[in-house]
């Protein structure tokens, strides 16, 4: 009894322990934009956008804060930060003398959407979308959503689900006093049930997307005509007459595949002038991002083959607009690496572009992108086609805005939360890439943060294979006792992303509690060339787990405190396909699995998933051979469902597929496992989750699995609270040796 009860204090002082710890962690607020809204000779100020958890509420609350800086760049005064939890966009006038903001709010039990006008005295006006019927939801995510201002101040361009006409069953007794007719007219009979396709994982509920115009001097609201039907267009902007759109048409015809974390769908880049809709980029790509030079002449945005592996490389386009020539490349796809100016190597595009990239004589363009396992941030010179990097040793830069070659940073590391800095270009960085930079937040350092390591480490292959190169970051303790430490093996999902040198509440946690962490970038992620992104097709549930093996000797070379016996891993997706298939393969190595709504069976999983072109299980020699796109993630070829397959063909496909599974390897899972499941998942279905644990069960392997009312990230309030504490606790449980007197809380 008295070792029972030593027991279960121990895990209560371990809960107890690691939820204060979160509870630190999560007062961290995290940069999530930022706008330089005046920038003159007697200073500037910059309006940063704020996430920060609510651990009461169980909710994300947002809030603003404004920083004065003088001439010098240093910080005059600052606000009181401005809670806008309710608002979902927000957008300036050029002049900065007005403000529209789309507010979604709680009226009579009804949720709904505003567009309120404010300028800096008053609410000028407010719009209730809802009551003016003119089309449905705003669409305020990150793929479709605009919100903008035209160039002469008086229109308001956003993107809605179109309208659709109601529908009322086959029978239904209507009112005795009659209707009027035109009104009768516009319900249609039987359509109720129709089903209505959309646009998959976190965007449910996006079927059809309209262009609209909200005039605030004669207060109408217009959808705008002319796109085609079979297009959905977004990410609109006005050319500077106030009368052309730009923006981006993806082709949902004949299906709708998932576009969250998916750069590889069919689209354009149109124009949309007096009711004609004109396309303006190649055809057979996908594109993103369109962005106007301030003087109105160039246009540019990132373009690459439509197909193929879900992310990739891009290259960067530009069309002179005025005379509509053929558009030229100014960065091209980077297969490997390329040299650029002040001694570096380039290995291509994966970001997005910033709202504002350009500077002021519409020369230079700034971006960032993922290189290597870092985040870095680089200057194009759009006449000679160089590239240059900006200097940054400490940690990840992402650009956030740039007005008037004032330039707002964000940066941060593994063991820093996000700040916001500032700095001027000037025409020396194109050479050298230093750009001055000035604290504008503060910066934060974790908890007991000088005890702790970030490296990372490259490793090359001595072989034969194409590509031989990977890297990994190890995160954890500076020192120690030989073989003392627990490890957690961390792969990304994807696969096609990658981990770089920033701040996650997940691994700052695991190490503050008493874990290292290493982050594994297999072969197939992106940062490295668009090869090496490309070497994962026909090849996954190979070469990824063949890397994070060789990671976790490398890193048990490299950190003696490190302990053998104490090896965990977790991973989400992709990365909890790793974990499962690790887990299998590797079943005396690795000792506790935490794994996030994992793909268990691809061909289970194909023909039900929001992304059936996902799973990089065949070659292209396959692929080419059976017609479809099960592997299109991988591979430079179009998902075409309308190919009709051979019996044979179709059965060696599915069996291909469930070779690449976890699921052959099940019966070889000894280490206990945690699965996390979002029953909401439409990129990996839940079934998928639920199939593991129960063969797992079966084979009477120790398991625990989270069911929750959630999609894919599981990132929502409560639940990313339960599922990340839980992670941790069950990593403790089954590596950590269970000492009494190590298990207080820490200082």
Same mark, same amino acid.
């Given at each position: 009894?008295?070792?029972?009860?030593?027991?279960?204090?121990?895990?209560?002082?371990?809960?107890?322990?690691?939820?204060?710890?979160?509870?630190?962690?999560?007062?961290?607020?995290?940069?999530? %934009?930022?706008?330089?809204?005046?920038?003159?000779?007697? %200073?500037?100020?910059?309006?940063?956008?704020?996430?920060?958890?609510?651990?009461?509420?169980?909710? &994300?609350?947002?809030?603003?804060?404004?920083?004065?800086? &003088?001439?010098?760049?240093?910080?005059?005064?600052?606000?009181?930060?401005?809670?806008?939890?309710?608002?979902?966009?927000?957008?300036?006038?050029? +002049?900065?003398?007005?403000?529209?903001?789309?507010?979604?709010?709680?009226?009579?039990?009804?949720?709904?959407?505003?567009?309120?006008?404010?300028?800096?005295?008053?609410?000028?006006?407010?719009?209730?979308?809802?009551?003016?019927?003119?089309?449905?939801?705003?669409?305020?995510?990150?793929?479709? $959503?605009?919100?903008?201002?035209?160039?002469?101040?008086?229109?308001?361009?956003?993107?809605?689900?179109?309208? *659709?006409?109601?529908?009322?069953?086959?029978?239904?007794?209507?009112?005795?006093?009659?209707?009027?007719?035109?009104?009768?007219?516009?319900?249609?009979?039987?359509?109720?049930?129709?089903?209505?396709?959309?646009?998959?994982?976190?965007?449910?509920?996006?079927?059809?997307?309209?262009?609209?115009?909200?005039?605030?001097?004669?207060?109408?609201?217009?959808?705008?005509? %002319?796109?085609? /039907?079979?297009?959905?267009?977004?990410?609109?902007?006005?050319?500077?007459?106030?009368?052309?759109?730009? @923006?981006?048409?993806?082709?949902?015809?004949?299906?709708?595949?998932?576009?969250?974390?998916?750069?590889?769908?069919?689209?354009?880049?149109? *124009?949309?002038?007096?009711?004609?809709?004109?396309?303006?980029?190649?055809?057979?790509?996908?594109?993103?991002?369109?962005?106007?030079?301030?003087?109105?002449?160039?246009?540019?945005?990132?373009?690459?083959?439509?197909?193929?592996?879900?992310?990739?490389?891009?290259?960067?386009?530009?069309?002179?607009?005025?005379?509509?020539?053929?558009?030229?490349?100014?960065? +091209?796809?980077?297969?490997?690496?390329?040299?650029?100016?002040?001694?570096?190597?380039?290995? @291509?595009?994966?970001?997005?572009?910033?709202?504002?990239?350009? $500077?002021?004589?519409?020369?230079?363009?700034?971006?960032?992108?993922?290189?290597?396992?870092?985040?870095?941030?680089?200057?194009?010179?759009?006449?000679?086609?160089?590239?240059?990097?900006?200097?940054?040793?400490?940690?990840?830069?992402?650009?956030?805005?740039?007005? +008037?070659?004032?330039?707002? #940073?964000?940066?941060?590391?593994?063991?820093?939360?996000?700040?916001?800095?500032?700095?001027?270009?000037?025409?020396?960085?194109? &050479?050298?890439?230093?750009?001055?930079?000035?604290?504008?937040?503060?910066?934060?350092?974790?908890?007991?943060?000088?005890?702790?390591?970030?490296?990372?480490?490259?490793? /090359?292959?001595?072989?034969?294979?194409?590509?031989?190169? #990977?890297?990994?970051?190890?995160?954890?303790?500076?020192?120690?006792?030989?073989?003392?430490?627990?490890?957690?093996?961390?792969?990304?999902?994807?696969?096609? $992303?990658?981990?770089?040198?920033?701040?996650?509440?997940?691994?700052?946690?695991?190490?503050?509690?008493?874990?290292?962490?290493?982050?594994?970038?297999?072969?197939?992620?992106? %940062? !490295?060339? $668009?090869? =090496?992104?490309?070497?994962?097709?026909?090849?996954?549930?190979?070469?990824?787990?063949?890397?994070?093996?060789?990671?976790?000797?490398?890193?048990?070379?490299?950190?003696?405190? *490190?302990?053998?016996?104490?090896?965990?891993?977790?991973?989400?997706?992709?990365?909890? #396909?790793?974990?499962?298939?690790?887990?299998?393969?590797?079943? /005396?190595?690795?000792?506790?699995?935490?794994?996030? &709504?994992?793909?268990?069976?691809?061909?289970?999983?194909?023909?039900?998933? /929001?992304?059936?072109?996902?799973?990089?299980?065949?070659?292209?020699?396959?692929?080419?051979?059976?017609?479809?796109?099960?592997?299109?993630?991988?591979?430079?070829?179009?998902?075409?469902?309308?190919?009709?397959?051979?019996?044979?063909?179709?059965?060696?496909?599915?069996?291909?597929?469930?070779?690449?599974?976890?699921?052959?390897?099940?019966?070889?899972?000894?280490?206990?496992?945690?699965?996390?499941?979002?029953? =909401?998942? *439409?990129?990996?279905?839940?079934?998928?989750?639920?199939?593991?644990?129960?063969?797992?069960?079966?084979?009477?392997?120790?398991?625990? !699995?989270?069911?929750?009312?959630?999609?894919?990230?599981?990132?929502?309030?409560?639940?990313?609270?339960?599922?990340?504490?839980?992670?941790?606790?069950?990593?403790?449980?089954?590596?950590?040796?269970?000492?009494?007197?190590?298990?207080?809380?820490?200082?």
């Amino acid at each position: 009894y008295y070792c029972i009860l030593i027991i279960l204090i121990f895990h209560i002082l371990q809960i107890e322990k690691i939820v204060n710890l979160y509870k630190i962690i999560a007062k961290n607020p995290s940069l999530s %934009g930022a706008r330089i809204l005046e920038a003159g000779n007697n %200073g500037i100020s910059i309006l940063s956008g704020w996430s920060q958890r609510n651990l009461e509420r169980k909710t &994300n609350q947002k809030f603003y804060q404004t920083h004065v800086l &003088n001439s010098e760049l240093q910080v005059q005064s600052e606000s009181f930060p401005i809670d806008v939890t309710t608002e979902l966009l927000s957008a300036f006038t050029a +002049d900065e003398q007005r403000k529209a903001v789309l507010r979604q709010a709680t009226v009579d039990n009804s949720t709904k959407q505003f567009i309120e006008i404010w300028d800096k005295q008053r609410l000028v006006k407010n719009y209730d979308l809802a009551a003016l019927d003119v089309h449905g939801d705003v669409y305020s995510d990150s793929e479709f $959503s605009s919100f903008e201002w035209s160039p002469d101040n008086t229109k308001v361009l956003y993107i809605a689900e179109k309208k *659709l006409p109601k529908s009322d069953p086959f029978y239904k007794q209507k009112p005795l006093n009659k209707k009027d007719k035109k009104e009768e007219d516009e319900v249609a009979v039987g359509n109720e049930y129709i089903y209505k396709p959309h646009w998959g994982e976190q965007l449910v509920g996006k079927h059809l997307s309209v262009v609209v115009v909200l005039d605030t001097t004669t207060d109408v609201i217009s959808t705008l005509p %002319g796109i085609p /039907d079979e297009l959905s267009p977004g990410q609109v902007i006005w050319a500077e007459d106030s009368q052309g759109i730009v @923006g981006v048409a993806w082709k949902h015809e004949p299906r709708y595949l998932g576009l969250i974390a998916c750069t590889n769908r069919l689209s354009w880049i149109f *124009l949309l002038k007096d009711g004609e809709y004109k396309k303006i980029s190649n055809d057979g790509c996908a594109v993103r991002c369109p962005r106007f030079s301030p003087d109105g002449n160039y246009l540019i945005w990132l373009e690459r083959e439509a197909g193929g592996p879900h992310h990739n490389a891009h290259r960067l386009m530009r069309l002179e607009f005025r005379s509509k020539p053929k558009p030229d490349i100014l960065v +091209d796809i980077v297969h490997t690496s390329i040299p650029i100016k002040n001694v570096k190597h380039f290995y @291509g595009l994966y970001g997005r572009l910033p709202c504002r990239c350009w $500077s002021n004589n519409s020369q230079y363009i700034f971006l960032t992108t993922p290189q290597q396992n870092n985040s870095c941030s680089y200057i194009v010179d759009t006449k000679t086609k160089t590239i240059t990097e900006i200097v940054n040793d400490k940690s990840s830069l992402t650009i956030l805005d740039v007005k +008037d070659d004032i330039i707002a #940073f964000l940066e941060t590391s593994i063991i820093e939360p996000a700040f916001l800095t500032v700095g001027k270009f000037n025409l020396e960085a194109v &050479n050298n890439g230093t750009i001055k930079r000035h604290e504008v937040s503060a910066i934060t350092k974790i908890l007991t943060s000088h005890n702790f390591m970030y490296e990372s480490s490259e490793y /090359d292959y001595d072989n034969d294979n194409e590509i031989k190169h #990977f890297n990994y970051i190890y995160f954890g303790p500076k020192n120690g006792e030989d073989k003392s430490v627990p490890f957690v093996i961390v792969p990304h999902g994807g696969p096609h $992303s990658n981990y770089a040198n920033t701040f996650t509440l997940d691994y700052v946690l695991f190490v503050l509690s008493g874990l290292a962490v290493v982050q594994v970038n297999y072969r197939g992620s992106t %940062g !490295m060339g $668009s090869k =090496n992104v490309e070497y994962l097709q026909g090849k996954v549930g190979d070469v990824d787990v063949k890397d994070c093996v060789t990671a976790t000797q490398e890193a048990l070379k490299k950190y003696p405190w *490190l302990n053998p016996k104490q090896i965990g891993i977790s991973g989400g997706s992709h990365g909890g #396909f790793l974990a499962a298939q690790l887990s299998a393969q590797y079943p /005396d190595l690795y000792k506790a699995i935490v794994a996030r &709504n994992p793909v268990i069976d691809i061909a289970a999983m194909f023909t039900i998933s /929001d992304i059936p072109d996902c799973r990089n299980a065949l070659s292209k020699e396959e692929k080419i051979k059976y017609h479809h796109d099960v592997c299109a993630a991988v591979i430079n070829y179009p998902f075409d469902e309308s190919v009709p397959l051979s019996e044979l063909d179709q059965v060696e496909m599915l069996v291909k597929m469930f070779r690449s599974s976890p699921i052959i390897h099940v019966n070889k899972v000894k280490a206990p496992t945690l699965l996390c499941i979002g029953s =909401n998942d *439409l990129r990996v279905p839940a079934s998928q989750g639920k199939l593991w644990y129960q063969r797992l069960k079966a084979n009477n392997v120790k398991t625990k !699995m989270l069911l929750y009312e959630d999609n894919h990230p599981l990132a929502s309030g409560p639940v990313e609270i339960d599922n990340v504490i839980n992670a941790c606790l069950w990593l403790h449980e089954h590596l950590s040796e269970k000492k009494v007197e190590d298990s207080g809380l820490q200082k």
